[in-house]
Each structure stands twice: as C-alpha cells, then as structure tokens.
C-alpha cells in the first residue's frame, strides 16, 4: 500500500493535515505522511509508508516543511526505552532556541549558517527531527550540508574538513592470520588504511577472534602504531569483551551493529543494558565502533510502521548517547574525556528489498553522512551494493565520486572492490587513491608521515617506485622484528607468502594499470570475471538431481512465487506455503517425538554451493555421524526448501517441535546457499537449538537463538571441519537452554559461549 495526499491547504502542517483528513490525530495517518516525505525506496513501500507518486511526496514535504521542531518531538512516530535513552545526550537548553522553529526554518539555517553556529545547536537536535529535516533537502542540499560540517576524532585529523579516511578491510574466507596481515600491508603499499584495521570474521568463536585479534594487533605493535590507530574484530561485542578478559590489551576499538528501535537490537543479541555496560568499560583511548543501516530494522520484522530515515536516525541518536557513556567513563578513570567512538554506514548490504539503484544508493549514503554530522558523530561509508541490486561495478566509482563532496570520514578498503569474504561489492585500494587526486583529500597526517617513512609515498605525496607493493612493505614488516636476512630472501619469503593468500581466494592488488588508480590488468579481469560468475549464481535453480541424491529428501517450498520473487522480495521465502506446511505437520505426527535433530537445506542466493561435487554430501555425511556418537537423533528425512531463507527454517522448527510441555532441546540444522561473488560457491550452516517449549512460542526463536558457520565449501572452510564444528556448537546450544542433550557425553559441563549474531557488518544478512 503507497501513501496518496490529495491536496494541502495554505498554511496546512503535518498535524493539521491529520487532524483535517481523520477529525483527531491518527498515529498510522501520521506515520504515513513523514514516510511519504522520502525519497522512494523499496524498503518503505514495503511497509506501506512510501508516497504514492511525486505530487503526495511533495505535498508531504510541504506539509513537513510547515511542521514546528516541537510538534515532531512531542509526537514520535513510536516509543520505546531507546528512544528515551537517546534524549541523554540531547542538550534541553540548546533545545529551547530552536524549538518553535519549523522544519523549513531549520533546513534554510542549516544551509545558510557559518559553521559554528551549526555546530553551536547540534546538541539540542533530537533524531526525529534530524530525520524529518533530512526529508526535506534534495540531493544538492545534503551535500552542501555535508561539506561544511565536521567532526574529527579526538587527536587526530580522521573526519575533519578536507580528509578522507579508510577502514582496511582485510577480510579472508577461513579467517587466516596470514591473509589478514598481508591484506594491511597491501593496503599501506597504497598509502590507504589510516582510521581501523577492521576485520569481519568467519568464526565469532572467542578462540578463532582472539587469533584474529592477535594478527592485527601484532601488526600495530611491530610498526609502533599502536597510539596512532586502533583494530577491530568485528564479532558480536559480547565476545570481544570475552577475548579482552581472557588476553587484556590485545583488542581495539570494539565494535557491534545497532538497530533503531529496542526490538530489532535483540534480534542482534543487543540490550540497553548490554551496550550501557560496555561504554562505561571503555576508559581506555579507544571507545566504540558501530555499524548500521537503512532497512535492518524492517528487514528483521522491526518497523513499527515507521519508515527506514527515522529508523537510521534514531541509531545515531543511540550512538551519540552512548558515546556520551564512553566520555563519562573516561573521565571517572582519571583521563581526559576524548571518546574515541565513530559510526560507519553500511548502506547497500542488505539487498533490493531496501533500495535496488545507484541513484538511491547515493541518496541512502546522503542522507546518512548528514544524519551522522547533525548527531556530532564521525561518520564512514560503506558505499557498497550485493550482486541482486541494480548496481554494477562500474557504478559504484559513480556513486563514490558523488559522496566525496558530502565529507564522509572514511570508505571501507580492500584489494578490489570485492569482498572474498562477504561477496558483495565495495571501496578498492586504488578507489582512495583516485579520490584523494580528484577532490585534493588527505588521510591522517600521522599515517601520511609513516606512509613516507615506508618509502611508498616521497615527500610531496607522489607515489615512488613501491607505491603499490606489498613485498615492500613486508620487508620494513620484518626488519622491525629483527630479520637480518637479504632484501631478496626476504622478497622470495613474501612472493611465497602471497602465492599461499591467492590460492585461498583473496586477491592482492600488486601495482596499477595506465594511472596508479586503476587495477592492474589481469586483476581487473579477474573481478569481472568473479562478478559475471555471481550473476549465473544468483539467478541459478537447485536440480532436481541434487535433491533426489539426498536420502530421505521431502521437498517444500516458501510463498515466493519464483526466484525474482525471492530475490527481490525476501519476506516471501521467509515462511512455507499452505502444502509445505501440511507436509511438516504430517511429518511430526510420523515422528511421533522420536528425533532431537532436523537437517533442513535451502537454495539461498547461490545454489550451485549445493550442487558443487564435494560441497554438501560431506557436510551432511560427517555431521549425521558426529551428531550420532554425541547421542543426538538425527531424523532420516532432510527437508530441502525451494526459495527458503533463514527465518523458513525457524518456522520449520516450530511445526516439527513445538511442545509447551517439553524443555529438551530441540536441534536444527539450516544449510543455505550464500551470495554469490566470491568464487568459492559457499553456503552457511544456521544453528539453532532451543527447548521444544521455546520453539513453540510464535516469535520467541530468531537470529539471536542461532549460531553461523559461514563460508562452508572444499576451497574455503571445509565441509566436514564445518560440520564437527556444527555439533560443538549445538553441544553449547543445547546446555544454554537449560539442559543437557540426549547424549552419554559431557554436555552439561560445557560453558556456553553465548549466542552470537553474524558477523558481516549487518546482521541482516541473516534474513
């Protein structure tokens, strides 16, 4: 349902329009209306809240321009703890000058004003009325508000006027040290990384992070770095915390996605308390690093009927409370109060359901850049998009030239602008370089000087002759630790070194085309090659020959009609059809109760990670045996769903276990086709064991019950090494819910380790 607004009267604001159209103030009408007011997204006409056509999107604008900033913020669209949380750090003195403004005023000061009179009445900004100002401004308008608004971290130049930062990316498909390590000084080769070593794990286990945590952090101790720029593994935050208690001082900057409203925060595993908790452990330098993004909330069922704008506000005013935390806690530890605490904008990540173009695209990161700057936070992009957007490769050097002139703090880096480990499509190396040349940008000016102490860059900036080599880098990498050997034994060590990387499907961007921006050739090639290949993923169909070389396969299928559906509509494969459900409820009764574990196998977004020979049998073969010798009972069916996502299976779960009366746990094993991109043709295993009373409650079993084991395949993390690691996590799944599973074994003497979100960025991604 879109939102159509027939006419406005002279003078007519938002409430006065409610008023006219219902005889009283209408929650809905009114949610409608600040909805209509934004740019077209898919996201929005999901919910219901998007304009009809281009008149009601300016008719509402009209009416939101009229709008006092005091009747938004005396009629929030929803309330829940988080939004009055968010009012801690809201200024009610600077409040007061502005009040009685209207939403145009504001726009027209914002636009107008010298800088520090901006800067001088942030504070007293709410997130509602930042969102609704935003509205209103064309693209233009948001850059031109971008660029003159700024807010640098404390001692440093990263997000100030004229500096444009980059989180090393430095992911790697089975969370290899060597990977990660080599993909930073591949990055430093380019003279990009200045603001966080940031790496996105497969395994969110304490164990594998704190390895990754250590890879990183000996990088910044053996360069002396460690004062100048923090690292980050970016697992749920509960378990950094875990990996910090269990080795002090080899974590960074912790890090965690947020939602805009309470509920969709728990599908993150997240708490007011929880979060409120970890900022005042944060008296060190570094404080907090948060991600989010417009859709995440609607996406996980969380929409309240209000559009993605205020939503992604409202994680910013979640932020800005929540960095005031940090300070506080800084300042109780005997430091100065200098919360090092920035936010980077994952917009793109989720897929079409949000947003399918670049010029929504750009429009999403607009909006965001000037929501994050109007909430005083220091804000980053990750201007990136999934193989099913209507987003090419080629686009997004389009879409990051627009948002250079808004002043984001910081893009993502990587060796190309595929990520080997996400597969989706983001910010290259050689990307921060044609920037930096095109609009005149600086990185830091302490990682400027180490970039000239290593010799890749001379005294002026100009690249020298091992810009663009990460042997290079390697060399100063191993003098600093004592090696005394040759430059060319050290040179052979990094070529071997390299060759290991490559052939574990992550690429190193060595050298440049014609200009130093540009890919080297054969590169180039090889990221075209990968992105046509994921396009035939996507759009691939599960054969029927895999599913009957299953033993005991049953097929069913989701409400999507067909794979566009699926694709573009990811709520119709989050549920069974009519037929599907009748075949679950007809298997549970042959059951009879027998069996405590359920296979369940769905297409996902690539099914040739299904079809692969040595991909699924393994998997499904080792787990069956491990689960057996651990006491489980394992039902000989394996139900396979046609254009299923995770949630179908928690519907599964549901019918299949469903018992009020029964506190053992119930397993279910989810093996779904990942995206596409990456060449590995992975699929993920989605884990999740809670007691049958639990997964008879309608809603009570989502992505915060699950555990993910995500790149499964036999050329990134192995099939029945997945599948082992499978049944230690169900043995933790199965005591946190409150008991032991049916096995002879030591169940109830293991510790859980806690439920943990996923990993990539956006914990959407499980959706």
């Not at 005149?440 to 990682?447: A, P, S, T, W």
């Not at 990221?527 to 049953?554: N, P």
């Not at 394992?634 to 506190?663: C, I, N, S």
Request: charged content about 25%; hydrophobic content about 40%; proline content about 5%.
């Amino acid at each position: 349902m879109s939102v159509r607004i027939p006419d406005v009267l002279p003078d007519e604001d938002v409430l006065d329009f409610v008023q006219r159209q219902h005889g009283a103030f209408d929650a809905r009408l009114y949610q409608q209306v600040l909805g209509a007011a934004n740019a077209l997204k898919e996201g929005d006409a999901a919910i219901g809240v998007a304009a009809a056509d281009e008149d009601s999107r300016q008719r509402a604008r009209v009416l939101l321009s009229r709008t006092r900033l005091g009747d938004v913020h005396a009629h929030p669209p929803f309330e829940d703890r988080l939004h009055v949380f968010s009012l801690e750090a809201w200024d009610a003195a600077r409040w007061r000058r502005v009040a009685d403004w209207t939403l145009g005023q504001l726009k027209a000061f914002l636009l107008t004003a010298d800088e520090a009179s901006v800067h001088d009445v942030l504070d007293g900004l709410p997130s509602d009325v930042i969102a609704c100002v935003v509205k209103l401004m064309s693209d233009a308008e948001l850059k031109a508000v971008g660029g003159r608004v700024f807010h640098p971290l404390p001692g440093s130049r990263v997000g100030a006027r004229g500096y444009l930062g980059a989180r090393l990316q430095p992911n790697s498909p089975t969370d290899h040290p060597e990977d990660i390590q080599w993909q930073v000084f591949n990055g430093w080769a380019f003279a990009v990384g200045d603001v966080v070593l940031g790496t996105n794990p497969v395994s969110s286990e304490p164990a594998s992070v704190a390895a990754v945590e250590a890879a990183l952090h000996d990088v910044l101790v053996t360069f002396g770095l460690t004062d100048v720029m923090p690292h980050c593994v970016l697992s749920h935050i509960d378990v950094q915390a875990q990996v910090e208690a269990l080795r002090p001082g080899t974590t960074g900057i912790w890090f965690q996605s947020l939602g805009g409203n309470e509920a969709a925060n728990r599908t993150f595993d997240v708490t007011l308390e929880k979060m409120v908790a970890h900022a005042a452990a944060r008296t060190g330098k570094w404080g907090l690093y948060f991600e989010t993004g417009q859709g995440a909330d609607a996406t996980n069922g969380h929409h309240h009927g209000t559009d993605m704008l205020i939503h992604e506000s409202r994680k910013y005013g979640f932020a800005r409370a929540l960095k005031r935390r940090v300070a506080v806690a800084q300042a109780s530890a005997g430091r100065d109060a200098a919360p090092w605490v920035h936010v980077n904008d994952v917009a793109g990540f989720i897929g079409p359901e949000v947003f399918r173009t670049r010029e929504q695209l750009v429009r999403c990161c607009l909006e965001d850049i000037v929501m994050g700057k109007l909430h005083g936070l220091t804000l980053g992009l990750d201007v990136c998009s999934t193989l099913h957007m209507d987003v090419t490769l080629d686009d997004l050097g389009w879409c990051q030239e627009q948002l250079a002139e808004a002043g984001p703090a910081y893009l993502m880096a990587l060796p190309t602008r595929n990520d080997p480990m996400l597969s989706y499509l983001t910010t290259s190396f050689q990307d921060h370089v044609r920037l930096r040349e095109r609009y005149g940008l600086k990185v830091d000016d302490r990682m400027w000087a180490f970039f000239q102490e290593l010799g890749v860059i001379d005294a002026d900036g100009r690249p020298t002759e091992h810009f663009g080599d990460p042997r290079h880098v390697y060399a100063h990498y191993r003098r600093r630790r004592g090696d005394t050997r040759t430059e060319e034994e050290l040179r052979a060590e990094a070529e071997a070194q390299m060759a290991r990387v490559r052939a574990r499907g992550v690429p190193l961007a060595v050298g440049h085309g014609e200009t130093p921006w540009t890919l080297e050739p054969a590169l180039e090639e090889d990221l075209r090659r990968l992105y046509e290949d994921a396009k035939v993923g996507l759009w691939s169909e599960l054969s029927d020959a895999t599913v009957e070389s299953l033993s005991g396969a049953v097929r069913l299928r989701t409400c999507s009609e067909d794979r566009r559906d699926y694709i573009l509509h990811p709520p119709s494969g989050e549920s069974l059809d009519d037929a599907s459900q009748t075949v679950v409820r007809a298997l549970r009764e042959r059951h009879a109760g027998r069996w405590d574990a359920q296979l369940v196998v769905s297409d996902g977004l690539d099914p040739r990670s299904l079809m692969d020979a040595g991909h699924l049998a393994p998997f499904l073969d080792t787990l069956r045996a491990e689960l057996g010798a651990q006491g489980w009972s394992v039902a000989p069916e394996v139900l396979v769903v046609k254009h299923g996502r995770v949630r179908a299976g928690y519907q599964v779960g549901r019918l299949l276990f469903g018992d009020e009366g029964d506190a053992r746990p119930r397993a279910l094993v989810h093996v779904i086709g990942e995206r596409p991109g990456s060449g590995h043709h992975a699929y993920s295993a989605y884990l999740t064991a809670p007691a049958a009373s639990t997964w008879a409650q309608p809603g009570a079993v989502d992505h915060d019950r699950t555990r993910l084991i995500a790149g499964i395949s036999d050329t990134s993390v192995r099939p029945e090494d997945a599948a082992r690691e499978a049944v230690r996590i169900l043995a933790e799944l199965a005591t946190s819910a409150g008991t032991v599973a049916p096995s002879a074994g030591d169940l109830a003497a293991m510790t859980s380790a806690g439920t943990v979100a996923p990993s990539a960025g956006n914990s959407a991604a499980m959706g």
